[in-house]
């Protein structure tokens, strides 16, 4: 009789090794049932000579991440022979700049479910489009992570991810059981397994539902911090005038969202007002956004500002605040570029 064989351990392949990449890398690694590999760019160097990524968390403590395999580029990890059961794409989600989804290409195989840990709206498109076949699932995650160091992550606060699968961005599939639906069980229970215990499943509308909201925040929040000349969060939330701008920006992309999902996002939801609130209080928060500009990064402006607004005005909806701070910021980015390649003449 055959002997049976040990169970495959689960191998996850995360390409985007930044705070987010090897936050949830890290507390998803459990050998032998589940091991993940990373693909590493400007850290590189740093997580091979100390052999690991070193966390600092407030979840979880202190401790090292030593990746299954450690790879340079997305086609060495091609090259080995085992396929990949996830692949996580945590980079920037910079359509304007790159397409991931290319770079992603050579590790994705017929069993591939690729996770998307990004921020913004119309992130999965591209994949969709390159891997029709494939699970995908989208994931957004309220994780208030940085690298402090090439190789040294810290974790701030909070461990929430929302995860649902995708098919077309609204659901039509919705209402009978898909594999999509299966494998986005599969993953948040490997994250429960490695202690992420609100590792979220939503059906498809309403991990949407919960994109839009986020974008709600972030669109409103990230642009004006760089267009106020680096006002934190609580500060804006706390002046009248900006705090006028704030909700009427949140008011903008909630009309959106319901014009583009067809219904209002769910009562569960916080509200515009109630986000403002709670924004008061949040004295140390310094949106992502102002953080990439500070430090001449480009910024997540496509997906944050130019794919809701253009999204909404396929449905006939016009987000005029949200349309100026898109201009200007794009306008002020290419100045800056510009400049840059100037002075290196
Ligand atoms: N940080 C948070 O707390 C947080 C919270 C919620 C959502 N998010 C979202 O999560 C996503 C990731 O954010 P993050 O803060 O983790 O960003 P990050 O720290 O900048 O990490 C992104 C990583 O992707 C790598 N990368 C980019 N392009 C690559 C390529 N072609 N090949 C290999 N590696 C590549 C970068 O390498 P290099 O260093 O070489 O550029 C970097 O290590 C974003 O969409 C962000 O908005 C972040």
Known sequence: ?????????????????????CFYAARLHNPPYTVVSLVARSNYDAISKRGSVHLKTRSFGEFDYAPASL?????????????????IIATKALPDISDDSALVQPVVAPQTALVLIQNGLGVEAPYRARFPHNVI???VTVVSAEQTEPGVIVQN???????????????????????????????????????IKDAEVHPERMLQMVRWHKIAINAAMNPSAVLSFGAGNATMA??????????????????????????????????????????????????????????????ELEVILGNPIRLARAKGVEMARLESMYALLKLAQRRRREQESRSRL
């Open 137 to 139: 699932i989208s994931g």
């Open 157 to 195: 606060r909070w461990t929430r991810i929302s995860l649902g699968p995708y098919t077309d961005g609204i659901g039509s599939k919705e209402g009978r059981e898909t594999e999509g639906d299966a494998r986005t069980t599969a993953f948040a229970r490997l994250l429960g397994a490695g202690g």
């Open 1 to 21: 009789m055959a002997q049976a064989g040990a169970a495959k351990p689960v191998r996850i392949l995360v390409v985007g090794a930044g705070a987010v990449g």
């Open 71 to 87: 790879f340079r580029r997305v086609e060495d990890a091609a090259a080995v022979p085992d396929k990949w059961d996830y692949v």
């Open 238 to 299: 706390q002046d009248p005038d900006a705090s006028a701008h704030l909700l009427a920006c949140m008011q903008e992309v909630f009309r959106g969202a319901e014009a583009v999902l067809g219904e209002p996002l769910s009562s569960k939801l916080a509200s515009a007002e109630r986000i403002l609130e709670s924004t008061k209080r949040n004295t140390d928060g310094r949106p992502s956004m102002l953080l990439d500009w500070e430090r001449g990064a480009p910024m």
